[in-house]
Structures are given as C-alpha cells and as structure tokens.
C-alpha cells in the first residue's frame, strides 16, 4: 500500500521520475548491443564511440541487404527459387532498417524516457496493488520476450548449420566452368568475387549480415512488444485507482486535512491527468510507427509467402530452417498485433471499472467527473494500420488470408 505519512497523492498515478528501468530491462540490454538504445553522456567519447559503433553494423547490414537485391534482380525470371529465398529476406529486412531509423529518432528517445519515469513512479508510489500488477506484467513481458528470443535464436542458428551440415552430407558437386566445388550458403545473396573460390570469407560475410538482420528482426519486435505491453500497465494502474476511488480519497482526504469533496475533486484531477498522458503518448507512439505498421502490413503476406513457396522447392534439412523462419516472423506479427488489440481493450475497461466500486455513494461533483472519464473510455485507445484499419486480432486474419493467396498465385507460375 502506499506510505499514509509521506506519499502525497500524486505518487499514487505513474509520473515523472528518475529511476532505472524494469519492465525493459531484458530489451535493454540487447538494444543496447545493437546500439539503438539511447544513451546520454555529454557527448564524450563512449557515446561517440557507441554512435559509431551503430553506424558501422547498420551500414554493413544495409550493404547486405544490396548484395541480396543484385541477386534476386539478376536471377528474375530464371531461377524463382533463388529469387523467392532473397526476396523473402530482403524485404523483411529492408522493412527493418526502417523500424531501426524510427527507434533511433529523437521523438522516439522522448516516449523511452516517459516510459522509464512513469515505471520509477509506480515504485516510489509504495502502492502495493500497483507494483504487483506492474510486477506481474512486467514478468508477462520478460516471458513473453525470453521465449520469442529463443525461437529466434534456435531458427537463426539452422539457417547457420545447415549449409555446413548440406555441405559435408550432400555435397552440390563441381562448377563446370571453373571446376571448383559449388557449396552451400546461408542464404542467398551476391558477392563482388566467387564465393566457391572463397568460401570461408563469403560464408563469414553472410554470418555476420544474418546476425545483425536476425537480432534486428527478433531484438526491435521484442523492443516494440514491450512497449505495448507496459501502455497496457499503465491502463490497468488506472482501474485500479477508479475501482478503489473511495480507499484512496480517504487516504489523501486523512493525510491532508481535507473535506471529503476536496480529496475527491484533487484525486480525479490526477486521475484525468494520467489519462490524458496516456492518451497522448499512444497517439505519439502511433504516430511515429504507424507508416511501419502499414507498411509491414502490406508487405508480410506477400513476403510469408515467399518464404512458403521455399518450403515445397527445397531439401528437407533447408525446408526445416525455412519453416523456423516462417514460424519466427509469424510469431511476431501476432504478440505485435495481440498487444495492440490489448490496449483497446484495456482502455475501454476504464468505464467499466468504475462501475465496480461505490460510485453510488461518491459526491454529486465527483460523479459528473467519472461521466466524462466515462465518456472518453467510449472511444478506444489504438494503434493503427496508416489510415485505413486498427492494429488489431482480425486485422492479422487478414495477413494470413492474403497470404494464401499469394501462395496459390506464385505455385501456378
């Protein structure tokens, strides 16, 4: 509960404060070794050379996405295996390196700082019903992140085996013109020299440009998850304080020496101000993603399909990596999807939740406040697709109903 002596009410609503993270501490630390993460040192030498840093692996990992798009160009038309395995990773990532751009921008850096402030907040409140519920989603999220990590990390370590594992069982024979043994890659990609020849260097180029596309994929979508999930906190801390309207009016009506109309009055002042917070910060958050959204929408069947049309053409070893890479990218799309639609949720729940304590016995003025915070609980909360659809369940149905299609369409080619 929260300290009666010394936590004035506004400890009670998540605000600003200074505190180390919790609920983002795993992607954190990846982000932080992706280098996205956004760090604050004067502008010394660490942040210079950490900027750097990042610099350095998105420029490589742009220029692995090139060699990708030279080969799939160059093989149009003639061999649409090769052109299906390229282009099913080249739009991924390309859709990717944008979502970097977007997380490494300053409006983004502004909402990573509220999130930290409002989550020191909750544990300065003292509050036990919020930290719990802040505990538990935050252990929901670390759950939720740690699995989809490991999914991802078991499939990119096949697409890493598998060509060494191909090579030494079935091997692909001799290249007619130049004699040398044709060998296995991880994925399919152009070289400015002959891979065959060089194969160490090529296979290790290829290994580190899938790493970095990998932790991009896997690592941001777990970022963005988490984020989603914590907005869904913040509305459930909410309910919290509009079901027990009457404990916490007492609380600050004892400590303060107030009437009762007057704790109420302050208590819903605080309340409709962290609404409004939230609101806002959905809709900055919104604001910055949705063209990804919508871009990512648009793209994924097509590109799922891609990686599909793989699975009927390839060995069964290749087929196994392709299919943990199509579960990968699917998984994705719907913890993305289902914590958005949790938000709309969850923000409509605001007026419901006021319904479940003694609204019948609150003041006359504190009634007409709950009616407008009521009225504002009509109109959810949500992420969108661009401007034509929500970020929600059905609209992922969508996706995989496209999805068949295209299938259908690239197997009569």
């Not at 992706?34 to 420029?59: A, H």
């Not at 697409?159 to 991880?186: C, D, R, W």
């Not at 916490?248 to 962290?274: G, P």
Request: with cysteine; net charge positive; glycine share 4%.
């Amino acid at each position: 509960m929260v300290n009666s002596n010394k936590a004035p009410i506004v400890a009670l609503i998540p605000h600003y404060a200074n505190r180390k993270d919790y609920h983002m501490r795993f992607v954190k630390i990846t982000m932080l070794l992706l280098g996205i993460w956004p760090i604050k040192r004067n502008g010394d030498l660490k942040e210079k050379l950490y900027e750097f840093y990042f610099l350095v692996t998105f420029s490589y990992y742009l220029l692995f996405i090139t060699s990708g798009l030279i080969l799939a160009f160059s093989t149009w038309g003639d061999n649409y295996v090769i052109t299906a395995s390229t282009m099913g990773i080249v739009i991924e990532y390309l859709s990717n390196a944008y979502k970097v751009l977007l997380f490494k921008s300053k409006a983004f850096k502004c909402l990573l700082k509220e999130i930290e402030e409002s989550e020191a907040k909750i544990f300065e409140s003292k509050d036990d019903k919020f930290i719990k519920m802040h505990l538990h989603n935050a252990a929901y999220s670390r759950k939720i992140v740690l699995f989809y990590s490991i999914m991802g990390t078991c499939g990119i370590s096949l697409y890493f085996i598998s060509p060494l594992v191909s090579n030494a069982l079935t091997p692909m024979g001799y290249n007619n013109e130049t004699g040398l043994q044709k060998h296995y890659f991880i994925v399919s990609s152009w070289f400015p020299f002959d891979p065959d020849r060089y194969y160490l260097p090529a296979y290790l180029i290829q290994f580190l440009g899938c790493l970095i596309g990998y932790s991009y994929i896997v690592h941001c979508g777990a970022f963005y998850i988490n984020i989603l999930n914590f907005i869904r906190t913040r509305l459930q801390i909410l309910q919290i304080v509009l079901i027990n309207l009457s404990e916490y009016s007492q609380r600050y009506k004892f400590n303060y020496k107030l009437s009762e109309e007057q704790s109420y009055f302050v208590l819903l002042r605080e309340i409709v101000q962290e609404h409004h917070k939230v609101i806002s910060f959905v809709k900055r958050l919104n604001d910055i993603i949705s063209f990804f959204t919508l871009l990512n929408f648009v793209i994924s069947s097509f590109q799922l399909s891609l990686v599909a049309y793989q699975m009927f053409k390839l060995s069964v070893l290749l087929q196994i990596t392709v299919f943990s890479y199509f579960i990968t990218l699917s998984t994705q799309l719907f913890l993305t999807y289902q914590a958005a639609h949790m938000i709309m949720i969850e923000s409509t729940n605001i007026a419901s939740s006021i319904f479940v304590g003694d609204w019948d016995t609150y003041p006359l003025g504190t009634l007409r406040v709950l009616q407008m915070i009521c009225m504002r609980a009509q109109k959810p909360l949500k992420m969108t697709i661009g401007p034509i659809a929500e970020v929600k369940i059905t609209a992922l149905f969508q996706i995989f109903k496209a999805l068949y299609s295209y299938i259908c369409i690239i197997m009569k080619m």
